[in-house]
């Protein structure tokens, strides 16, 4: 078992026989949705979620491994490797503890430490620092060399001392403490930029502000970056509170060395020394460091919330196949209007005036009508954006005037609709109609089914995430990538009708398998079987294997392609019609003879008892959606703008997007309002996701309107009196939005830490005092 394996399966809580496995599959190509459901038994079981984190752990490790070799090779060839050292880079389990042992031995451009040395005055140093009963500059006095460019006393001093600071700072056992120590004591202190009050005043919250730098939430820390980023605000790291808020941290440098103050003839010196190498050596180097650490850890949650948010949206419940009418509101552009059968594929578009100024309101329903009749339109699908409300008046009119026409209307998310409509993909699929039609086509797709059409677009431009654009975009597009992935594989995919986009995402495929799949398809037709994949150009057995239990075709030649058995296993399955005499489409959906049947009986050597179960499950329900049951908030009659909303009202809405502060809801205004994290629950709150998703229906109660800035504070503790909350702060801005602002959290906190807001108030001083206690009791 490699140190690899062991402590991956010690961080997962599993048996390394089981990690070893997964990472032998994941190395041969296999991915993590083709692990997790078809190879159960070769890794005891481990879900995709763990999976996903073996693989970036991996990751990590190996890389980590490849720079010990690195580090050992570099420390070798200078002939400076000793056995201790050795075992503490053998022992490094973070690059950070790697890079702090190999900072001595880096290789780097003459320092002012290295020409001191060279000059000889490395012995002066030592002497200095261990028999401080010597005066200082008597002890120079025999280093005085010109023709070494020591020209005199103080020269030589110094030399000295930039030798000790280099040491100090190079120590990696004192970098580690010092680090550890600050992140759990230090504060971070922000202030505007002189000049910068009025451009910046969207920072506002942060201009005298001051928090902890472990117990600042990830919205606000990137808040922060941005402010800091756009020239706006100044980030000092602060030791500690009082006069003297770096007096700790010197005083474990100080302890670390044996420097102290017992008034002996280079106390004074080395202290001196002391102060220096922490102000100009080490404190620029963590503030850099712990800074990048506070940045990494804000971006991680933020990642993490946004593929929360982003697996809610794609696994949202889909209305089904039926023919399906979008709407892209607007007003003085007019609405435009796409019709889709129930395969998605544009039956007619068309563009109407209902709205002010040309006000042709009779006419819009008319043709919305004709249309409808036409082409057996039995939803109305309306994009949330300007003009919904009015637009979605205009087809409850339409249906009030046309009960024959059985219609139903519904308001969705449109976030992402332009970002598709001028893609290069929306090009290709739908060349012949205007850009602004493509977005109607969307937003009635999305209703039928948000998950094939959510792929077409970017991730990040679904507009569910925090600070996106402030993240690392490539761990960003990493992790959305495996959301998507996982939520496409989760539900499946219909062979004979997905997009290349949809297809794209299956486990196995790539763009361009997929585009040769819907190549192959439009030349000879609709797949019948799943064999006939093996036909389609550089589609391989590998690919085969991996994606053909991801792949449907509900009316093909073989009843089991319809379903999530896996082709590889359909021997199992005939096994199990011949030991229940029936045959294989009379056993599928038969509960009640599946109910009866002992799983064991049907495992053999290849297939254990976790995939008979699976099978057995999937036969009872073949291809069965994993997606909730379609359901639709109604908005209140008489509520479409925010002057129409009032404190104490009670509201359904529809979550749109979820955060670490609380929930944004959707509540036909056109400006969606947030329940704080303290308002989601009667109870104590901590991640806001164990209470609501995105596409949940909730009642809200209003807490307080705020019209200058467009926000609006809601409450799911509809019990509670408004009164309680009249006089409460301005809530965060809203989520279609995502602004810059650093409102982003609001001041009314549901935790136990409340931010300092002025840089002398934190108090944290002796807190620091007692960590570094411990730390010199080390």
Partial sequence: MTPIIALISQELAARPAQVEAAVRLLDEGATVPFIARYRKEATGGLDDSQLRHLAERLGYLRELAERRVAVLKSITEQGKLTAELQAAIDAADTKQRLEDLYLPFKPKRRTKAQIAREAGLEPLADTLLTKPTHAPETLAADFVDAGKGIADIAAALEGARQILME??????????????????????????????????????????????????????????????????????????????????????????????????????????????????????????????????????????????????????????????????????????????????????????????????WDASISRLAQLAQTHDVKLISIGNGTASRETDRLARDLIARHPELGLKSLVVNEAGASVYSASEFASKELPELDVSLRGAVSIARRLQDPLAELVKIEP?????????????????????????????????????????PLLAQVSGLNRSLAENIVTFRETHGAFTSRKKLLAVPRFGEKAFQQSAGFLRIPDGDEPLDASAVHPEAYPVVRRIAEFTGKDVRGLIGDAATLRRLDPAVFTDERFGLPTVKDILAELEKPGRDPRPEFKTAQFKDGVETLNDLAPGMILEGTVTNVTNFGAFVDIGVHQDGLIHISMLADRFVKDPHEFVKSGDLVKVKVLEVDLMRKRIALSRRLDEPVERHATAEPSAPNSRQMRPSTNQHSPRSNTRHTPERTPTSTGNGGALADAFAKARKK
Avoid at 207 to 214: C, K
Avoid at 297 to 309: D, H, Q, S, T, W
Wanted: include cysteine.
């Fill in 167 to 360: 040491r100090f700072a190079e120590d990696p056992e004192l970098a580690g403490r010092l680090r550890e120590l600050l992140w759990e004591h230090g504060s971070l202190v922000a202030t505007v930029i002189a000049g910068k009050e009025q451009e910046g005043n969207k920072f506002a919250d942060y201009f005298d502000y001051r928090e902890p730098l472990a117990k600042i939430p990830s919205h606000r820390a990137l808040a922060l970056f941005r402010g800091r980023n756009q020239g706006v605000l100044n980030l000092e790291l602060l030791a500690g509170a009082g006069d003297d808020p770096e007096a700790t941290c010197r005083g474990l440098i100080a302890a670390r060395f044996g420097v102290r103050d017992q008034g002996r003839a280079a106390d004074a010196w080395l202290l001196d020394t002391v102060r220096k190498a922490w102000r100009i050596k080490l404190l620029t180097r963590l503030d850099l460091e712990l800074k990048g650490r506070l940045l990494e850890a804000a971006e991680a949650e933020a990642i993490r919330v946004f593929g929360l948010n982003l697996k809610a949206l794609l696994l949202a419940a889909p209305a089904g196949r039926l023919p399906t009418l979008g709407l892209d509101p607007g007003l003085r552009t007019g609405v435009k209007v796409a019709v889709v059968d129930a395969t998605g594929k544009v039956a007619a578009t068309d563009t109407i005036y209902p709205h002010v100024p040309k006000n042709q």
């Fill in 460 to 500: 990040k431009a679904i507009g569910v995430g925090q600070y996106q654009h402030d993240v690392n975009q490539t761990r960003l597009a990493r992790t959305l990538d495996a959301v998507v992935e996982d939520c496409v594989n989760a539900v499946g995919v219909d062979l004979n009708t997905a997009s290349v």
